[in-house]
């Protein structure tokens, strides 16, 4: 979300350093997204509580569903986009941070590029409202609600 601009919006040497950090952070949120996920499906949460409204429960569960969607689909379209570009005709990795060899996704058209760049940018987009979607939700059930529901510590 940050490096987003610090990477596109400049050029030369101090754009490329920007765009290993951006890289490197997208591949680490990525291989901790599926660790994440595999853990979460071989442990479910407590359910939520019996009270909830429906309506809650399904938003609660939609929101949890868009963010691994997200943290899963921002780095994949990240990593996408810059297989798509230059770089990946002339090689078949990009460097992350330390010099670490990265491979560019194999058999990805050119011509999806500018279609990666556009779905990179709506999935940040959908992370700043799920942000404040679920900050805002945290902030009614502590103290418009006054309810812990035993999933998340309190305040």
Same mark, same amino acid.
């Given at each position: 979300?940050?490096?987003?601009?610090?990477?596109?919006?400049?050029?030369?040497?101090?754009?490329?350093?920007?765009?290993?950090?951006?890289?490197?952070?997208?591949?680490?949120?990525?291989?901790?997204?599926?660790?994440?996920?595999?853990?979460?499906?071989?442990?479910?949460?407590?359910?939520?509580?019996?009270?909830?409204?429906?309506?809650?429960?399904? &938003?609660? *569960?939609?929101? !949890?569903?868009? @963010?691994?969607?997200?943290?899963?689909? =921002?780095?994949? $379209?990240?990593? #996408?986009? /810059?297989?798509?570009?230059?770089?990946?005709?002339?090689?078949?990795?990009?460097?992350?941070?330390?010099?670490?060899?990265?491979?560019?996704?194999?058999? &990805?058209? *050119?011509?999806? !590029?500018?279609? @990666?760049?556009?779905?990179?940018?709506? =999935?940040?987009? $959908?992370?700043? #409202?799920? /942000?404040?979607?679920?900050?805002?939700?945290?902030?009614?059930?502590?103290?418009?609600?006054?309810?812990?529901?035993?999933?998340?510590?309190?305040?």
């Amino acid at each position: 979300m940050w490096a987003g601009p610090s990477a596109t919006c400049r050029a030369g040497p101090s754009a490329a350093s920007g765009l290993i950090g951006t890289k490197t952070l997208g591949v680490t949120i990525l291989l901790l997204s599926i660790v994440r996920l595999g853990w979460r499906i071989a442990n479910p949460p407590p359910p939520l509580p019996a009270d909830m409204a429906g309506w809650e429960k399904a &938003l609660s *569960r939609l929101v !949890h569903v868009l @963010f691994y969607v997200i943290l899963i689909g =921002l780095p994949l $379209t990240g990593w #996408a986009y /810059i297989s798509t570009g230059g770089a990946a005709q002339n090689s078949s990795t990009t460097t992350l941070l330390g010099g670490m060899p990265w491979p560019f996704i194999p058999g &990805l058209p *050119r011509e999806w !590029h500018d279609g @990666f760049s556009l779905s990179h940018g709506v =999935l940040v987009k $959908t992370t700043y #409202a799920l /942000i404040i979607l679920h900050v805002g939700a945290a902030l009614k059930h502590q103290f418009i609600d006054k309810r812990h529901n035993g999933r998340m510590p309190p305040l």
